[in-house]
């Protein structure tokens, strides 16, 4: 049901040449030169036909370069003979590695690289702006969440290259701040994909948001109402414009939208980057920024019955861990922010029980009664992590204020932040910040 | 794969005479017995069987009669059978050096070897030649005399790529080259800086040689006795959002600490598979790190020079000696000196590792030698692997993906223990933990464990580990409660060293540091329930 686990991974078929160049030596070079491409399809066709036992039973063939890697040094000499010898195999296989092997980067220049994309100026320190932001955003590398509290424990918000998880109740607040998030990029400037696996995205309001928020803002700049009202109008179109929803149900659509993810999002940037080397004037496209997954729970839930069979738990495990990777990958590569929404479980008290003292305190929602669904395996995934709950105090005053009532963002699991709690109220203009009574 | 020479150099003794290869100490992994035979005096012979062949070279010769390289050296060249009776070093004349460029045209010396070997076993000469020259290669690679230039050539263990005409020298530079040398206890213990200032009494002249990188908590690091050791391997295994990537970060900011100030002045090297290193929130917390430990540096400086001026002491330019600080130490210099790969998947991560070596060998002849390894995680991407699930039946085929998974493990850990001895630095792992059903006595249904990911195999290979938990207490409201929020314990489980203990630190702002005394003294008086 879901994809298999070679389907990602290189081929050794796309080895280039120079692994093969030289390998052999002696008289056998010499007199009857082996050139390196003869070599290279002996060596494919011995590996494809190879009985690998220790793959597993599923697979029958050696194909990609991490099957290779796996092969024990005394079965591979056994696949190749006569190819190679043993010292040709071993030199073989750490040609394999250098090929293979990522180039490394100073912390210094990834830094320097995530102010560059987002087009500010690399030479200034990072501290000089991570205090809070303005409301329209700005700060390289983040994405400001509306509530600036928040914001400045996050050092100027959502941060791009990793994964963003936001867990809460049904109805905490997590589509709409995902939503509000996907505004905030287009005010930052940057494009949203929204992969809505709820049906719950809501265009509407989505506008609504976009309208109301950037009246906000242009206050500052104009006074005059149809100059407001336009450039909010106009606003909230580059925004829609700027937004793909992906709608999907199960688990193998969702993995197959993450897979053609790439494609699209290249495609964006590139007629990004073109429509601003046209003409200087404000572009309509805009490079994609922001990747929001809402939610990751209801499809796994949905195809995955933990307790109906003893595996079920390590297929959910490795779906998981096949999205994230995905997920991880493109959030560091194209530099942009990935948004993960979570459902709870309510297996708060029997899962503290069987696990002992080993209590996550970043995972307790309304003080342990519950806990984010999708088990051990997905809280490795997330690097921040926000819970979203109803502030069910007797003490704070639960007015109707606009429609809503007071909740409070938590942030649990973070790299720059301690535990904070943010009260927040759902308004118009989507989620703004109370101060604690 | 290393090439490790398990034994000296082959002893030229002349009282060696009828050498039984079963008694042969040096031949590796000898499956069956060879026959007894007598060979002549100065000569090893190794059963073929137990060489690294390829399949179809060691059917030919064993099909026709060759059991071991003596066969072999006594059919090709009975010169030499004959001429060792005189005791002298056999190989006179047959110097055959592989570095010529040569392979079949410079070899007219051994042309009538080959010839009669080719005669034997019914095949070309230039098959002959091939499989003379690959026995060579892996007798080379063992340390032993090659077959065709028997005794006395070439006794240095090298590694087999040397061998070929044209090096290429970059595969060379992979292979660890080494040579083991008994010692004695005595004379390491001697031979060990700490240990040496210790027992002159001269605990606080820290020169170059600190063994230890600090983590700015001084309760982790006695835990370990000084801070996390280099040319070991550790790991460090937690719930997600305890803290572990911190603690990692840390020990990357405090390798560059001065030598003065009981650092090790190195780089760091970062496997980054989860990304925490990569994305923004990383840089930032890397950013804050640094500079909060340069400033921890400039005013312990500027406290010294004040106390060392208040003090009114004569030499008072030796003390600004010690006390300088240093100029180079800049968060910028200390962020360029942290070296992140990013790893996307399982064969990224294994190839990245494996090619370590040559970069470690760049860092160290630029003058800025890598002190840590940090891999960040060791489990994400095996976690990947092995929870693949497989088409099959439902019962247990799992087996045969882990069991190459346990073995791959195996090979990586024992690379990373290589890695760490060789080129002087701490190895530093992180791993998950994950549940396990635990099968219980009383009732079917198993109680759920949270057990450290990655196996037995793996825990065995490890030199510590540490666990990492949020510290159980309940949310008080007094003021220290702010400090307390953010407490976590640290529990040495398994060390060499130490017994085992708990510690407890923070985490703050400024990164990783110890937890206040008052914190601890309330703390104390709850009695709070630890493991």
New interface residues.
């Given amino acids: 049901m879901v994809t298999?686990?070679g389907s990602?991974?290189?081929l050794i078929s796309n080895l280039p040449l120079r692994v093969f160049v030289?390998l052999i030596?002696?008289?056998?070079?010499?007199?009857?030169p082996i050139d390196a491409a003869s070599l290279r399809e002996k060596i494919l066709s011995k590996l494809a036909g190879a009985h690998a036992?220790?793959?597993?039973?599923?697979r029958s063939s050696v194909s990609?370069?991490?099957d290779v890697?796996?092969i024990?040094?005394?079965s591979l000499?056994?696949i190749l003979?006569?190819c190679?010898?043993?010292?040709e195999c071993?030199?073989l296989?750490?040609?394999?590695?250098?090929?293979?092997?990522?180039?490394?980067?100073?912390?210094?220049e990834?830094?320097r690289r995530?102010r560059a994309a987002f087009g500010g100026d690399d030479r200034r320190?990072?501290?000089a702006d991570?205090i809070s932001s303005p409301p329209g955003g700005g700060v390289?590398?983040?994405i400001p969440t509306g509530l600036p509290t928040l914001d400045s424990c996050?050092?100027g918000g959502i941060?791009?290259?990793?994964?963003v998880e936001l867990v809460g109740r049904a109805g905490a607040g997590k589509t709409h701040m995902a939503q509000q998030l996907a505004v905030s990029a287009a005010m930052a400037g940057g494009g949203a994909i929204y992969v809505d696996a709820e049906k719950k995205m809501s265009l509407h309001r989505l506008r609504e948001i976009a309208l109301e928020r950037s009246t906000m803002t242009s206050l500052d700049t104009t006074n005059r109402e149809e100059d407001r009202l336009r450039h909010s109008d106009d606003f909230a179109q580059r925004l829609l414009e700027n937004v793909t929803i992906h709608s999907l149900l199960t688990s193998r659509e969702l993995l197959d939208a993450l897979d053609k993810l790439e494609g699209e999002i290249m495609l964006r940037n590139s007629e990004a980057r073109e429509q601003v080397g046209m003409n200087n004037v404000s572009s309509r496209r805009l490079p994609v920024r922001l990747i929001v997954v809402d939610s990751i729970a209801a499809p796994l839930r949905r195809d995955f019955e933990i307790g109906s069979?003893?595996?079920a738990a390590?297929?959910r495990?490795?779906a998981i861990?096949?999205i994230a990777?995905i997920l991880?990958?493109l959030?560091?590569d194209h530099q942009l922010a990935v948004v993960v929404v979570n459902q709870v479980g309510s297996g708060g008290h029997n899962?503290r029980e069987?696990?002992?003292?080993?209590?996550?305190?970043?995972l307790d929602i309304n003080d342990g009664e519950f806990t984010a669904s999708l088990?051990?395996?997905w809280?490795?995934?997330?690097?921040?992590?926000i819970i979203l709950e109803h502030k069910d105090d007797p003490h704070i005053l639960q007015g109707e204020r606009d429609g809503g009532s007071i909740r409070v963002a938590i942030l649990?699991?973070?790299?720059?932040?301690?535990?904070t709690k943010i009260p927040f109220e759902l308004t118009r203009q989507g989620l703004r910040e109370v101060s604690p009574a | 794969m290393s090439h490790i020479s398990s034994k000296p150099h082959p002893e030229q003794d002349s009282d060696l005479v009828d050498l039984n290869p079963d008694e042969l100490p040096s031949s590796p992994v000898s499956s069956q017995p060879a026959p007894k035979q007598l060979y002549p005096k100065n000569s090893f012979s190794i059963p073929l069987v137990s060489l690294a062949l390829r399949p179809s070279t060691l059917t030919a010769l064993l099909r026709s009669g060759f059991s071991s390289t003596g066969d072999i050296m006594s059919s090709c060249w009975p010169e030499i059978a004959s001429a060792n009776e005189d005791g002298n070093d056999g190989g006179v004349g047959f110097a055959h050096d592989e570095n010529d460029g040569g392979g079949i045209a410079n070899t007219r010396i051994n042309n009538e070897g080959y010839e009669r070997l080719a005669k034997d076993l019914g095949c070309s000469l230039l098959q002959a030649a091939d499989y003379a020259l690959e026995i060579d290669d892996v007798l080379v690679s063992f340390g032993l005399p090659k077959v065709s230039a028997p005794a006395g050539q070439n006794g240095i263990a090298e590694s087999g790529s040397t061998d070929e005409p044209q090096t290429d020298s970059d595969d060379s530079v992979t292979a660890l080259n080494r040579s083991i040398i008994p010692a004695t206890a005595a004379t390491i213990l001697r031979s060990t800086p700490n240990v040496r200032n210790l027992l002159s009494g001269n605990i606080h002249n820290q020169t170059a040689n600190t063994r230890h990188i600090v983590s700015f908590s001084q309760s982790i690091d006695s835990l370990l006795g000084g801070g996390f050791a280099l040319s070991e391997l550790t790991e460090i295994v937690g719930l997600p959002g305890v803290g572990k990537t911190q603690l990692a970060m840390q020990l990357c900011v405090d390798s560059r600490l001065p030598a003065n100030y009981g650092g090790v002045e190195g780089c760091s090297v970062v496997i980054d598979a989860e990304g925490s290193w990569s994305g923004a929130a990383g840089g930032d917390r890397l950013w804050s790190m640094a500079i909060a430990m340069v400033d921890h540096v400039k005013t312990s400086a500027e406290r010294k020079i004040r106390l060392k001026k208040e003090s009114m002491h004569a030499n008072i330019n030796d003390g600004g000696r010690h006390v300088q600080f240093p100029s180079w130490l800049t968060p910028e210099s200390v962020l360029e000196g942290i070296h992140i790969f990013r790893v996307h998947d399982e064969t990224s991560q294994t190839c990245t590792i494996y090619n370590l070596p040559k970069f470690l060998f760049d860092l160290e002849r630029k003058g800025t030698p890598a002190k840590i390894l940090v891999i960040d995680s060791m489990a994400f991407h095996y976690r990947v692997a092995s929870s693949t699930p497989s088409s099959g039946t439902v019962n247990g085929k799992i087996k045969s993906n882990s069991l190459s998974t346990t073995h791959n493990l195996t090979r990586m850990a024992a690379f990373l223990t290589e890695l760490a001895s060789e080129f002087d630095l701490a190895v530093v792992a992180m791993n998950h933990l994950t549940t396990r059903i635990e099968k219980d006595d009383t009732n079917n249904q198993g109680r759920l464990k949270l057990v450290p990911a990655l196996g037995e195999s793996w825990a065995h290979s490890i030199t510590s580990r540490l666990m990492i938990d949020h510290h159980c207490h309940f949310e008080a409201t007094s003021s220290i409660a702010p400090c307390i929020g953010e407490m976590r314990t640290c529990t040495l489980v398994k060390s060499p060293h130490k017994p085992t203990g708990t510690a407890l630190f923070t985490i703050t702002d400024k990164g990783i540091r110890g937890v206040p005394s008052h914190a601890l003294q309330s703390q104390a008086a709850k009695r709070p329930k630890l493991s």
């Fill in positions: 298999n686990d990602n991974d290189r030289k030596s002696g008289p056998r070079s010499i007199v009857n036992d220790f793959l597993g039973p599923s990609t370069i991490r890697l796996r024990p040094p005394p000499l056994r003979d006569p190679l010898t043993h010292a071993e030199r296989i750490s040609r394999i590695h250098r090929e293979c092997a990522v180039k490394p980067h100073s912390a210094l990834l830094v995530t320190t990072p501290d991570a390289a590398g983040k996050l050092r941060p791009v290259g990793s994964i069979s003893p595996h390590a297929r495990a490795f861990f096949q990777k991880k990958r959030a560091h899962y069987n696990v002992g003292y080993l209590r996550n305190r970043t088990g051990t395996a809280q490795y995934c997330a690097t921040t992590r649990t699991k973070s790299l720059v932040s301690k535990r």
